[in-house]
């Protein structure tokens, strides 16, 4: 056994020595944790046959890969917290009564848990956007984002500046929230005040106006060498703002921000780790790139048997990003030559299944 896996198991016989409470204490310094929840989810598809899925994450209910890989409702059984120094060994076990396997880890964790032939799927994926000299140039041969253009000079959107916690919070509560919400459901995964504000209090609020009036804000963070768009919220989730330019709006003023500031490049944050997914979308008609650059600690550890019908349809309808030897990849089935999907630039390969380990087929960027 090599010195870096061998690691865990070093830690997990010292520490398990030790009195509980120091123990902890001493797995909260390392922030990381040293078991995790694992469920065993049974239900249908969307190939409409049952299938078995084991998952771990906060909320198996709310978690990412049972809302892709079931069709319906599906019934869920806790499998109890397995302790990480051991989980390779009892995972293999468990693989045996499963379709699909895809375990939400700390990413260094499941670096030394895990050999190679499991896949990383990151939990959410960066994506960034170069500024260019004039907004417009985005739209050429983009149907939809010279619409959307055309949308805010029609409506004579105007934009302010606010460095005030008093507008910040009118923008937390009544667009941010109300958006986030309305777009990816109960379940979003959305910053909390504080956390947004102290992006807030590193660069400022641009409020968009119709007529005078609000309608949507974004917060525009200065970061190393670039502005990142780190909150973006159309008032009340409002679906007919939507449809008359408002969210476009935002990144439209928000890019001439970060021109006018001199920056070449803006952090769009965070999406899900899936090439069909709405908000990825969105931005990459506005030019957008993925980057393998990680924007947080977890992976999902992901892995199945067989090719199965169960496993074929939730690729088919949600085509995966993985973490592909420093980069990310597009992961689909093999059996459609027509993927139906567009992938998105900066995925540089598609992995084909079966084989799930051939990466020889080179996409340009």
């Known amino acids: 056994m090599s010195f870096r896996r061998s690691v865990p198991l070093f830690l997990g016989r010292v520490t398990g020595k030790m009195p509980p409470k120091l123990d902890a204490a001493f797995w909260r310094y390392l922030r990381l944790p040293k078991s995790i929840p694992v469920w065993r989810s049974h239900g249908q598809t969307r190939s409409g046959d049952s299938a078995t899925l084991i998952s771990s994450g906060i909320e198996p209910r709310a978690d990412y890969f049972p809302a892709l890989f079931f069709e319906n409702d599906f019934e869920v059984e806790s499998l109890g917290h397995l302790p990480v120094l051991s989980l390779g060994a009892k995972i293999k076990k468990l693989e045996l009564s499963a379709d699909l396997l895809a375990l939400r880890m700390d990413r260094i964790q499941a670096r030394l ?16 956007l170069k500024v260019p000299a004039e907004i417009q140039e985005l739209a050429s041969g983009h149907n939809s984002l010279r619409q959307d253009l055309r949308l805010i000079r029609k409506h004579g959107y105007t934009v302010t500046q606010s460095h005030s916690t008093e507008d910040f919070d009118a923008f937390y509560q009544s667009m941010y929230l109300p958006h986030g919400r309305g777009r990816h459901g109960p379940h979003a995964h959305l910053r909390s005040r504080d956390n947004l504000h102290e992006a807030f209090r590193r660069g400022l609020l641009l409020i968009i106006k119709k007529d005078g009036n609000a309608i949507s804000g974004i917060v525009v963070e200065k970061v190393p060498s670039a502005i990142s768009f780190a909150g973006i919220g159309v008032l009340g989730g409002d679906e007919q703002l939507l449809k008359i330019g408002a969210l476009a709006a935002a990144y439209y003023f928000g890019l001439l921000h970060a021109r006018e500031m001199g920056f070449a490049k803006v952090d769009l944050g965070g999406t899900r780790p899936c090439c069909t997914d709405s908000l990825l979308r969105y ?25 199965n019908s169960a496993v074929s349809a939730m690729l088919a309808k949600f085509p995966l990003i993985v973490r592909d030897q420093g980069q990310l ?11 139906g999907f567009e992938i998105p630039p900066g995925l540089y390969r598609k992995i084909e299944i079966p084989p799930m380990t051939d990466l020889e087929w080179p996409i340009g960027t």
């Open 283 to 307: 931005k990459k008609k506005w030019g957008a790139v993925v980057e393998p650059r990680p924007l947080h600690t977890n992976d999902y550890i992901m892995r199945w048997r067989s090719t």
């Open 329 to 339: 990849s597009a992961l689909t089935v093999s059996d459609r030559e027509n993927t």
């Open 113 to 128: 848990c895990f050999n190679r032939s499991y896949l990383r799927v990151p939990e959410w994926v960066r994506s960034s």
